[in-house]
Each structure stands twice: as C-alpha cells, then as structure tokens.
C-alpha cells in the first residue's frame, strides 16, 4: 500500500475475493512502508498476512515483527545480505527484497536464500525457473 488511507480499500477487496471468488487469505500479503496502515489492517481483519517494507539500516521491523504478527520483511536490495536473511529466518519472517532487475542480483539472492523478490521484469524469474537442468 503506498497511498495514504488506502488500507480499507485494500482489505474489503482481499475479503471479496475470499468471500466471493473462491481466493484464500495464503494468496496475499499486504505491505507497506506505513506501518500504521499495517497495524490497521491486521486491526480489521487479523486473517490478512502483512509485511513491512524497510529503506534503511535499522532493526525496527524486529520489533514491529514481534507485535504485530508479521508474515515477511521486505527490504531494499542494497540492505541485504546472509545475514539478515538468517536473523529473518530464525524470526519466522519471510524475505522478499525489492527492486531486483539484474540478472546476476537474482542469483545472489537465491544463494542468499531469499523467499522472493519484487521486480520490474517478472520475465526475467519466469524465464530462470522455465530452465530445465542440464
């Protein structure tokens, strides 16, 4: 969510598609950089998964993870490393690093053992995960 107050809009959709569609609660993870509207929407429906999105070096979404029943952390890509992803891990988090464009960036995340990433060209996982090994 990145627009302010967009928080109902986000969970009245995720509860239509559950209600109505068919979808399941597993099929979506709201996240933002705004961790009131996180708070809130886990406030308005506590079935919804949420993540935070961190900018910047520090060890707060440790302690928001801790409160607030965070499924992932979502970090920039130039703030990860093993280490983190470790600490992650042993936390129960999922990580899933943005903005990943490059090639080479998908592989080092991988050996890294992120769960996923956020990316402007989805071609670029498809077409990796399409290889059949040699």
Not at 1 to 26: E, F, Q
Not at 31 to 51: C, V, Y
Not at 65 to 87: C, G, K, M, Q
């Amino acid at each position: 969510m990145k627009g302010p107050y967009t928080v109902c809009l986000a969970v009245s959709l995720i509860n239509d598609y559950v209600s109505k569609r068919g979808w399941n609660y597993n099929q979506f993870i709201l996240s933002s950089f705004n961790h009131h509207e996180l708070i809130r929407a886990k406030k308005l429906d506590p079935h919804i998964k949420i993540g935070i999105v961190i900018s910047s070096r520090h060890s707060q979404y440790k302690e928001f993870s801790d409160r607030f029943d965070t499924y992932s952390v979502h970090p920039r890509i130039d703030l990860i490393n093993a280490r983190f992803v470790r600490s992650a891990h042993r936390r129960g988090l999922k990580v899933f690093v943005y903005t990943v464009n490059q090639p080479d960036d998908i592989t080092r995340l991988e050996a890294m053992g992120v769960d996923g990433i956020f990316t402007d060209f989805p071609e670029l996982v498809t077409r990796r995960s399409s290889r059949t090994p040699a």
